[in-house]
């Protein structure tokens, strides 16, 4: 019933810029929170950056200072400008809303992926 999509990714230069965006669909009553994970090979998925409806932010340590995250309530869309890449940030990179139904029950759901590479 709820959909994610994503884009903004690519490949890039170390140093360089990209801004990925997540927009959600469907029946949407309202969002509790949006964010950002990545999940490195082998390892869990981690937390990049998120964002509540009201607008407080949290992000992970390796990424403080180069990237930023936003939101548009309005079109239920959630933004994460990155910049000044690093060789380490290649990942897939996985949009994350927390919602609530009508009745208050609280879901997540996930988006599909979008491949971030930034080369050396």
């Known amino acids: 019933q709820v959909q994610l999509v994503e884009s903004g990714g690519g490949s890039v230069q170390a140093g360089g810029s990209l801004r990925l965006s997540c927009a959600a669909s469907g029946s949407i009553f309202s969002i509790n929170a949006m964010g950002w994970y990545r999940q490195p090979p082998g390892k869990q998925r981690e937390l990049v950056a998120t964002?509540?409806?009201?607008?407080?932010?949290n992000y992970a340590d390796s990424v403080k200072g180069r990237f930023t995250i936003s939101r548009d309530n309005a079109k239920n869309t959630v933004y994460l400008q990155m910049n000044s890449l690093k060789s380490e940030d290649t990942d897939v990179y996985y949009c994350n809303v927390n919602l609530k139904s009508r009745l208050g029950v609280r879901y997540d759901y996930w988006g599909q992926g979008t491949q971030v590479t930034v080369s050396s």
């Open positions: 964002i509540t409806i009201a607008g407080s932010t």
